[in-house]
């Protein structure tokens, strides 16, 4: 009595995967279900509702442009009922049979034509998410420019304006670095104050010396300090640095918008600053920050992506300073005094050596090519 008043599931239950397509396409569909996170997910974007809303909308303007260009009497207000599917029984098998083939044969064709992504979609991760001075997932250049205009909002407001990359998920365990900023700004403090003592104690010795004497000594002194700030910092994890762009006034509008859409589209760095109107003449700063000043292939990935973006001028170096540096008060005229360099890379020397190296890698690879013939 009871299996008569069960639907028989011939032809329709099946114990085959859920997902449509070959083997290797259920593989792949099953494997992307099985990393997804929807806890971490809505952990990161619940807070964000143009995140969430913007696929919806995107898809409803598409439709109704489509409709409003086929239909020049197109209706917005029956939109909606027209949109949705109406779901009848008057099916036949034939004609599922026939939709599936339909479907078969397009994936087919997609797949000859391109490569698949089988790549992890990244979680975008924003630090700045929730702050008000700050770019927000979903919001666009435009917008974000246009409501924190570098040019006219008030340092009052806001000490910087801040874009950061979403793609840099700083959440990692395995890469967060500790960044005893107090500590390594008492200790380096230190570090100076001993290096001065040190200075003032070989020009005394040196005195009545030969001048190139006391010079030589210096210049060790310096190039021993540092080393041992950069120790320091490593120690402490104030690894960071920075691009420096001041662009004028009339330009910083346009040139902080490309340094924006770099760094959100992944391109450059883990984030960027501009200064707010401080009610002063002169050029703006804009820092374009690398996460490590030690990965020189790193300093020079970003420098070139400025380049290409077209924000280096013609005859005009930049400069690139450690934040270690700047945690320190060391700036042109302050790091004189220790026979310091305020900024830690040049923008000429590095584009020259990026310039020699890339010579030496076609020289070596014509070559190559040269001795595969004999």
């Not at 099985?34 to 969430?52: C, E, G, I, M, Y």
């Not at 239909?71 to 599917?85: I, L, M, N, R």
């Not at 087919?108 to 770019?135: E, H, I």
């Not at 690398?290 to 020189?296: M, Q």
Request: hydrophobic share 35%.
């Amino acid at each position: 009595m009871v299996e008569a008043d069960m639907v028989s599931g011939d032809g329709w239950i099946s114990d085959d995967s859920s997902f449509y397509g070959d083997v290797e396409d259920q593989i792949q569909l099953h494997s992307v279900c099985a990393s997804f996170n929807p806890k971490r997910s809505w952990s990161t974007q619940k807070a964000d509702l143009n995140v969430l809303l913007a696929p919806s909308r995107t898809r409803s303007q598409s439709q109704k442009m489509s409709a409003m260009e086929l239909d020049p009497e197109y209706d917005a207000s029956t939109a909606k009922e027209a949109a949705e599917p109406k779901l009848t029984m008057n099916h036949s098998a034939a004609d599922f049979s026939f939709d599936r083939r339909a479907m078969e044969e397009a994936r087919l064709a997609r797949r000859g034509q391109q490569k698949r992504d089988t790549s992890p979609t990244p979680v975008l991760f924003n630090p700045g998410q929730g702050s008000p001075d700050a770019w927000q997932l979903g919001e666009s250049v435009d917008d974000f420019v246009g409501r924190l205009p570098p040019l006219s909002t008030s340092v009052f407001t806001c000490t910087w304006i801040w874009a950061h990359n979403p793609y840099v998920d700083v959440r990692d365990k395995n890469k967060v670095v500790s960044h005893r900023v107090d500590d390594f700004r008492t200790r380096g403090s230190e570090l100076l104050g001993q290096s001065l003592q040190a200075r003032e104690q070989l020009q005394s010795k040196y005195l009545q010396g030969p001048k190139a004497m006391l010079t030589k000594s210096l210049n060790a002194e310096s190039k021993a300090l540092q080393q041992r700030i950069n120790d320091l910092a490593i120690e402490c994890g104030i690894l960071s640095g920075k691009w420096m762009l001041f662009p004028k006034l009339e330009e910083v509008t346009a040139v902080w918008k490309k340094v924006v859409d770099g760094v959100i589209n992944n391109r450059l760095g883990p984030t960027a600053k501009v200064a707010p109107d401080e009610g002063k003449p002169g050029d703006r700063l804009i820092c374009i920050y690398t996460k490590d000043f030690r990965d020189e292939d790193d300093v020079s990935r970003v420098l070139l992506e400025l380049e290409t973006m077209g924000l280096l001028t013609s005859g005009r170096s930049i400069y690139y300073k450690s934040d270690a540096f700047t945690y320190l008060d060391l700036y042109k005229q302050t790091a004189s005094e220790y026979g310091l360099q305020a900024s830690l890379y040049t923008s000429f020397k590095m584009m020259a050596a990026a310039k020699v190296t890339k010579a030496s890698s076609s020289t070596v690879r014509k070559q190559q090519s040269l001795n595969s013939y004999f």
